[in-house]
């Protein structure tokens, strides 16, 4: 089975601390992403990336950024916590290119991120 | 922009078929369907996806209409666990997109 393991179910941070979020993925997967998900605005893409070392911008990537230094991690930063980034983190990984099985995204069960 | 339109709720009887559509009238020939669904407090969990052809897994049927500019994804036999947001997607296979999706809530 595939997984997707996020390092923190729930996080309690102080505004203005440096906070990473870890995900780990073990099908050798090329595609990494993280989304937050907030009531009322569904997921939102922040970052991906398609291959080691390499990122994209997603739709609301300011405030973050991440890091892809192996394969199978892909963590995301707050550099300096807010409390407009209280949120879930969700990460997820696919494989690339095309095809009949390329596209399924797989999730993590979501960090829970509360900033105070 | 919106690139699929879903309704906001829907309700199902347990053991009756939920259908829920989904329009994408500006589909490109390279974008895909796709359905997931979340259930709370949990990730969103692969349903299934298509191109142009009808397709059927152990989850569901997705029924997409000749001219791609809608789709229905049908669980043919609701059960209460199957109360979820479900969400559509067109896109080409890599970044995904999420919109609000359905909710669904399968009635006993």
């Known amino acids: 089975d595939v997984k997707v393991t996020q390092s923190s179910r729930y996080l309690v941070k102080r505004t203005g601390e440096k906070v990473f979020l870890e995900c780990v993925q073990d099908?050798?997967?090329?595609?990494m992403f993280w989304y937050r998900q907030d009531p009322g605005l569904g997921l939102r893409l922040i970052y991906f990336?398609?291959?080691?070392?390499?990122?994209e911008k997603g739709d609301i990537p300011e405030g973050y950024s991440v890091s892809r230094e192996k394969k199978e991690r892909f963590s995301l930063i707050l550099e300096s916590a807010s409390t407009n980034q209280t949120s879930m983190y969700l990460c997820?990984?696919?494989?690339?290119?095309?095809?009949?099985?390329?596209?399924?995204?797989?999730f993590g069960e979501g960090s829970r991120l509360t900033v105070l | 922009d919106a690139k699929t339109t879903q309704p906001p709720s829907m309700d199902c009887a347990e053991g009756r078929a939920a259908n829920l559509p989904c329009n994408h009238s500006t589909i490109s020939g390279n974008e895909y369907v796709y359905w997931y669904r979340q259930i709370h407090s949990q990730g969103p969990q692969y349903i299934i996806h298509?191109?142009?052809n009808n397709e059927t897994n152990e989850m569901a049927s997705l029924i997409i209409t000749e001219d791609r500019k809608s789709s229905t994804l049908i669980l043919p036999h609701a059960t209460l666990r199957d109360t979820a947001v479900y969400y559509c997607i067109v896109s080409p296979p890599g970044r995904l997109t999420f919109g609000k999706g359905t909710h669904l809530i399968i009635q006993p």
């Open positions: 298509g191109l142009k």
């Open positions: 997820a990984s696919s494989q690339i290119g095309w095809g009949p099985n390329t596209g399924e995204l797989f």
């Open positions: 099908m050798d997967h090329e595609n």
């Open positions: 990336s398609y291959d080691v070392k390499m990122k």
